[in-house]
């Protein structure tokens, strides 16, 4: 592992009862277990900003990590928007995390992934200071949730192979990425379809494709028994949505289209969407996408919580804000697999297709020192 860069603020603010002393800001880089492959790009290595808050007693922990094709953030961004948010807070009293976390919001415009790792980190140090666990701040209970598993662009060979690999870690579930190649496309779910062995799917596209192609492969995906098609179509795009979901059958379910409660309204009003796809990532933290998945509910629409390439801190966030709402029927929170060296120890295993949270405070997670 690699530290490029660290910084220490002093913090002295006031959350409640409780007082974080300081916080210590790290960019790390980590190799991942092989290269991952999107229609967005390709992801070698992981690049996030890990955020640590002490109160002298207990320790915080969250975490940044993105694609800067989805957020708009370069990682050595997030590093210094973190810094930048945390130095606003210094010397300030709240009343609770959300007061605090308004602040947050406002320092600076847009930032997601900045922001998710500073509301993470406030979450986690403040449910570790009333001894629950993170689930029990959000007014859930921690619970095992099925995940599924992911399989990147890649030849027909090499998917083949990826999926005999998610086959020994007994995943139940596996994403394919599509989106580069309709043609090429199809070839690869038809061959995965006939050897799942019982495990279901469905595809996620990243915005690559236009109407035409994804109405092709949207064909496919009925015949070959896909749970559902993930963001076919730009992010804006949602007039083609609406037609692709009307024409073709699939239910759709849109990811990149969706950061805040007002987009769930926007698919819901545009007739868009069948499914939701949250990610805290996306979202600027826990709450924000609590609030979003909270929308959903309302509107009767179930949801997926997703995450990016991260730390078992992040996944562990991710884990706690899915088990905490009636609506959120899938998880695809495989970040953590991707990483060679893992930055942290604790928040949850993996076992046999399901991710199951530790039951201790706060996000359970552990800095592995000897690795920093």
């Known amino acids: 592992m690699t530290v490029l860069n660290e910084k220490v603020v002093d913090l002295n603010v006031q959350v409640g009862d409780l007082k974080i002393q300081k916080a210590k800001v790290y960019h ?38 993105t694609i800067e094709e989805i957020t708009g953030e370069v990682p050595a961004g997030v590093f210094e928007t973190a810094l930048h948010i945390l130095n606003r807070l210094k010397d300030r009293k709240y009343s609770g995390i959300e007061e605090l976390l308004e602040d947050v919001y406002k320092s600076v415009y847009a930032n997601p992934t900045a922001k998710d790792a500073v509301d993470t ?31 990147g662009l890649g030849t027909v060979k090499e998917n083949l192979q990826s999926l005999e690999r998610l086959k020994r870690l007994k995943s ?19 061959a995965i379809s006939e050897h799942l062995e019982g495990m279901e799917f469905y595809v996620d596209a990243n915005q690559g494709y236009k109407l035409g192609d994804a109405m092709k492969v949207a064909n496919v995906l009925g015949d070959s028994g896909a749970l559902f098609f993930e963001q076919p179509l730009d992010r804006h795009a949602l007039q083609d949505l609406r037609a692709l979901r009307r024409q073709s059958g699939i239910p759709i379910m849109l990811d990149e289209s969706i950061s805040e409660p ?9 007739e868009s969407a069948d499914l939701v796809n949250v990610k805290l990532t996306k979202s600027g933290g826990i709450r924000k996408a609590f609030k ?38 899938y998880t695809d929170l495989d970040g953590f697999h991707s990483i060679k060296i893992q930055p942290f120890d604790g928040g949850l295993e993996y076992r046999s297709g399901i991710n199951i949270p530790v039951s201790k405070p706060g996000l359970a997670c552990a800095p592995i020192r000897k690795n920093w």
């Open 121 to 151: 980190a406030i979450h986690d140090i403040v449910s570790k200071h009333y001894g629950i666990h993170l689930t029990r701040l959000l007014g859930g209970g921690p619970k095992e949730m099925q995940t599924s598993l992911t399989i």
């Open 28 to 65: 790390i880089k980590l190799p991942l277990t092989e290269p991952f492959k999107i229609s967005l790009g390709t992801q070698y290595d992981y690049s996030g900003t890990v955020v640590e808050l002490d109160s002298g007693e207990i320790e915080g922990y969250g975490e940044g990590s």
């Open 172 to 190: 139940k579930v596996i994403k394919v990425k599509v989106g580069k190649n309709a043609d090429e496309d199809i070839e690869r779910i038809k």
């Open 262 to 270: 007002l987009d769930v309204i926007d698919a819901i009003l545009s």
């Open 292 to 329: 979003t998945l909270i929308t959903a509910q309302s509107y009767g629409i179930d949801s997926m919580v997703g995450c990016m390439i991260e730390s078992k801190v992040g996944i562990a966030a991710s884990l706690a804000v899915a088990s905490s709402l009636s609506n959120v029927k």
